[in-house]
């Protein structure tokens, strides 16, 4: 299984990449990956913004958007954005997989080496160049299943193969 890297490993390598690719190193930047580095849960930009206005007041939605925007581009973090819901974002830039509850939306990590291994139809690269992959799963959490239940006990997962 990969070890996650530290908070304050991301930001040593974040540092580092910005001196590398000459783009200053500001105090939003920080502050926002420090918040999102900080974080387990997938949060949206409003979440991070929340977070980020403890330590930073003054600080505008729009810059936070701006500096997530950066963060992306500059591969420091992952945007993951599924059909039908806000886009959220992740500091833990290896691959791996999500699980979404479709109840609360919470996002979890999934790290599984045979997902890892998924070979790419041939078919699709005619048709598009795929660059990388993940694999999301949805469902309920632990805290949402039994709720889900009890409003639909006849409810039951479809399996396709």
Not at 73 to 89: N, P, T
């Amino acid at each position: 299984m990969k070890q996650r890297s530290t908070v304050e490993d991301k930001m040593k390598d974040f540092e580092k990449l910005c001196r590398e690719q000459g783009v200053p190193l500001t105090v939003q930047r920080r502050a926002v990956l420090e918040v999102l580095a900080g974080r387990l849960d997938h949060p949206t930009a409003d979440q991070i913004y929340a977070d980020v206005t403890h330590h930073l007041p003054d600080l505008s939605r729009t810059t936070v958007y701006r500096v997530l925007d950066t963060l992306v581009d500059m591969g420091v973090i992952h945007k993951a954005q599924h059909l039908g819901s806000a886009a959220r974002y992740d500091p833990n830039t290896e691959r791996h997989h999500h699980l979404t509850c479709i109840h609360c939306h919470k996002v979890v990590d999934l790290e599984d080496e045979a997902l890892d291994r998924i070979k790419v139809p041939k078919e699709s690269s005619k048709q598009f160049e795929i660059t990388d992959y993940s694999v999301h799963f949805r469902g309920y959490c632990s805290d949402c299943a039994p709720k889900a239940h009890k409003k639909r006990p006849d409810e039951r997962i479809s399996r396709r193969c």
